[in-house]
């Protein structure tokens, strides 16, 4: 793997993030069929209403879908840009400085989605599209390099298998993030993702959360996508209306080893704990002169 400067500050089309805290990146989706949320935000209305709640829960990026991740009815490209396009252009006039992510897999919407006002592009894929790379360059949007095992999009694993499963996971998203970077993308721009349930079973899927420092030791921002996932409904015998604790402890697992970006439903929830997780990393030894303050007071 060649020499690629890797920048620690995170800017996608000349909106800045702060990063001395993970960031969280709301889950928009434009579909009637989501796993999770079956629809709720389908509606243009629902989704406005949704991205304004995420806004004032902290949320530092949405993440606007139109096509539902595993299988479904088939939706064409026109079907996923009548779904996305509405809301990105809504959601640049409405908040201008707030970083708005498309998660798609094609560069037919790609290109659009950008011209709407779209700052990242979530490949959640692993570049099934190799021209989606392209756009992004183009646009100077930024780019999450994903992993999903050569899977083509919206399929399910079947029995995957990797000798090295940490060690293949980081090979490929390094050399997707220098690939990233050598066609043009903006070394600023890209996240890399482990991508939790594609292409991988249970146990990989908690493996690479247990070696979320490794991810993070490439250099190149670790964007996690745990929101839900079916990992956490196996690993506690769980449907999805149930998963929310497995979920924070997930994220608080993934916080404290220093992954950068969080993809979450719950906003508050993830914000709140992504905070926590902070404030005790980053606040050091230091004691109230007071030895009665309580807790309670933010005395650092």
């Avoid at 390094?174 to 993308?185: I, L, M």
Wanted: charged content about 25%; some cysteine.
């Amino acid at each position: 793997m060649g020499e690629v400067a890797v920048e620690l500050e995170l800017e996608f089309r000349g909106r800045r993030v702060v990063r001395d805290r993970a960031l969280v990146m709301a889950v928009i989706n434009r579909t009637p069929d989501s796993f999770y949320d079956r629809g709720a935000a389908f509606k243009e209305e629902a989704a406005r209403r949704a991205i304004a709640k995420a806004v004032a829960d902290g949320a530092d990026i949405v993440d606007i879908g139109g096509v539902k991740a595993g299988h479904g009815a088939e939706v064409s490209v026109a079907e996923e840009l009548a779904r996305v396009i509405p809301t990105v252009e809504w959601t640049r006039r409405e908040y201008p400085d707030l970083v708005i992510s498309v998660d798609t897999w094609r560069a037919e919407v790609g290109r659009v989605v950008c011209e709407a006002g779209a700052d990242l592009l979530n490949d959640s894929w692993a570049g099934a599209d190799p021209q989606l790379l392209e756009v992004a360059a183009k646009y100077q949007a930024g780019y999450v390099c994903s992993h999903t095992g050569g899977l083509p999009p919206r399929t399910d694993p079947f029995r995957p298998h990797y000798p090295d499963l940490i060690g293949q996971v980081i090979s490929s998203l390094v050399t997707s993030a220098e690939k990233a970077v050598q066609h043009g993308v903006p070394g600023k721009a890209v996240l890399i993702d482990p991508t939790h349930d594609f292409g991988k079973n249970t146990w990989h899927s908690l493996a690479l959360l247990r070696h979320t420092d490794q991810l993070v030791a490439t250099g190149w921002p670790v964007l996690m996508a745990l929101s839900n996932k079916d990992f956490i409904g196996e690993t506690l015998g769980t449907d999805v209306t149930e998963r929310r604790e497995g979920t924070l402890a997930s994220i608080v697992t993934a916080a404290a080893a220093g992954a950068a970006v969080f993809r979450v439903h719950d906003v508050r929830m993830a914000r709140a704990a992504i905070d926590t997780v902070s404030l005790i990393r980053n606040s050091g030894d230091h004691y109230p002169p007071d030895e009665n303050v309580g807790l309670g007071r933010r005395v650092i």
